[in-house]
């Protein structure tokens, strides 16, 4: 009998495996702190005889090479992926023996990168899991735009074939196997939710096995989102052969030495959680959680190479964030500190604190400063009205477009507005720490920039109009009742908004949400009152209101 041990990389949403039988086992895309795959290879009592990539990874530094070394085992890489090293060539149909009965198949399947391979676990001859690193996910597929800019657009396609091969060969029960999609950034779009799948689900609820190829492409680039900017450093390092890992405790700093390197503009982390360092922190110190997505943020937001000294509660906080930044490359802290602000500030300083609250706390606000650091995918679902947004990963190169006053920062959960809180607490701005679910600001009375349909009556019963910025074509083709039409190319080519929505409130709708996002923009600044319906046309029928279809309509001259 054959078995699968997943090795889970939550910080990083991925995921490595462990596969074989009675004696011997391959590893499939580790992480770079192997250690943690040798000791599930001595829990089985098997020996690591080979260690396959799927590609070359752009999120994180991978451990096979060290990993191939330490165990002797053969180190298997796409033949196409140009390394500096010594490996074993994969190419499309080659096959490798991991144990009595056990077959690992390799097959082409481009699209997340130009080389990408899967690898087939057959027992017997019948194929019993598929390892698919960045191509099938579960309910999506990897984001084909991290090579080069130039092959997005072929790379996507090349997915959708490649999911189709791997449906087209596979039987349903074969287990699907990814490297991505538990919250990595690899993946195209939020993958859906399960820990396990099969082919045979995903020929029902994959995107790229579910639509036609030019829609599938089309709903692909549309819904890519931001790049973490260390990236940009993962394939290099892959690519010449990462270092070997080196765990040992960083030297020690006292209060004196992490007063001087913040002195240096060094970066000073602490990795407490938010409602500790809210509390109490280091003045100048930034907060980025331990139990978060340290690794990701942390590596997004320092400048690449920039020393960093950590501090922590205890011992085992310290090792443990270690090991998440080494695997995507930030190896030795400049130095690091357990224990307490207390103990890390200099005798006769105190620490610095800044306040937390709720969405029900800002809706009770008058007028103040709220800043949304959440990704622009995110703020397409609704925002609070005349928020500041400026994403996390930009907040560092852009403190200056923050308005002054107590700001009130927020995210979609809490952790990253207290990064981004610690970030402005550091540059010396009065903050607060909104830590609560952006669900809540709806509830708390907030004025919404983007509705749901369900909210538009409320609106029109107010005295808002309806505005349909789709074209005439598509109007006619049904929309709501009470709508009035005015072609976003009308306005952008600066025409009007027709006569019964001139001087009052607009909720501007469209087919999906983009345009009537852009009217509101445009409207906004022309001086309207103006909100947008997410989800558009579609999400109003789904939601069961009115549709009619008439050629006639007010509409902008």
Not at 359 to 386: N, Y
Request: hydrophobic letters at 45%.
């Amino acid at each position: 009998m054959y078995f699968v041990d997943t090795i889970e990389v939550p910080g990083l949403g991925n995921r490595g495996y462990l596969a074989g039988g009675g004696r011997s086992a391959v590893v499939v895309d580790p992480p770079r702190d192997i250690d943690r795959m040798i000791t599930a290879a001595a829990r089985r009592g098997v020996r690591i005889t080979h260690v396959v990539e799927t590609h070359i990874h752009n999120d994180y530094v991978t451990g096979g090479l060290e990993l191939a070394r330490l165990t002797g085992a053969a180190y298997l890489v796409p033949a196409a992926a140009r390394v500096a090293y010594e490996r074993v060539p994969v190419a499309d149909g080659d096959r490798t023996p991991v144990d009595a009965d056990l077959v690992l198949r390799a097959v082409a399947t481009p699209g997340h990168t130009p080389h990408h391979t899967s690898y087939v676990l057959e027992e017997a001859g019948r194929a019993v899991a598929a390892f698919t690193g960045g191509s099938l996910l579960i309910g999506t597929v990897g984001r084909p735009d991290l090579v080069e800019p130039g092959l997005t657009g072929r790379l996507a396609r090349a997915q959708y074939d490649s999911a189709h091969r791997l449906a087209a060969e596979l039987p349903d029960e074969t287990a699907v196997l990814p490297t991505h999609g538990f919250g990595s950034f690899c993946s195209a779009t939020r993958a859906a939710g399960g820990a396990a799948t099969t082919i045979g689900h995903e020929r029902q609820v994959n995107d790229a096995l579910v639509k036609d190829v030019d829609t599938f492409v089309a709903d692909l680039l549309a819904g890519l989102d931001d790049v973490p900017a260390y990236y940009a450093h993962m394939g290099p390092a892959n690519t010449r052969g990462p270092a070997p890992v080196d765990l040992m405790p960083p030297r020690p700093a006292d209060a004196e030495e992490i007063a001087a390197r913040l002195a240096a503009g060094e970066w000073v982390v602490d990795l407490r959680h938010r409602v500790a360092f809210a509390e109490g922190h280091v003045a100048g110190s930034v907060n980025f959680e331990a139990e978060g997505q340290l690794a990701t943020y942390l590596a997004w937001l320092l400048p690449w190479g920039k020393p960093v000294t950590l501090l922590a509660e205890n011992p085992a906080q310290l090792a443990e964030a270690q090991r998440e930044l080494v695997r995507v490359g930030i190896d030795r802290p400049a130095a690091a500190a357990t224990g307490s602000p207390e103990v890390w500030t200099r005798p006769g300083e105190r620490p610095r604190s800044f306040p937390r609250a709720t969405f029900a706390d800002l809706a009770a606000q008058g007028d103040v400063v709220v800043l949304d650091v959440r990704r622009d995918s995110e703020r397409q679902d609704g925002s609070v009205m005349g928020s500041v947004h400026i994403p996390l990963h930009q907040l560092r190169d852009r403190l200056s477009e923050i308005p002054d006053g107590t700001v009130w920062v927020h995210c979609a959960g809490g952790m990253r507005a207290a990064i981004a809180a610690s970030l402005l607490d550091a540059a010396g701005r009065e903050v607060v720490a909104v830590d609560d679910s952006f669900d809540s600001a709806r509830t708390a009375g907030l004025p919404m920039a983007r509705v749901t349909p369900a909210d538009v009556r409320a609106r029109t019963d107010a005295g808002a109009v309806l505005v349909d910025v789709r074209e005439e074509r598509e109007w006619a083709e049904g929309h709501a009742p009470e709508a009035v039409l005015a072609p976003l190319s009308a306005l952008a080519a600066g025409e009007p908004l027709p006569e019964p929505a001139q001087g009052r409130p607009v909720v501007a709708i469209c087919r999906s949400g983009k345009r009537s996002r852009e009217a509101a923009a445009l409207l906004s600044a022309r001086g309207a009152e103006v909100v947008d319906v997410i989800g558009g046309m579609r999400a109003w029928a789904e939601a069961g209101l009115p549709v009619v279809a008439e050629p006639g309509a007010n509409r902008a001259r």
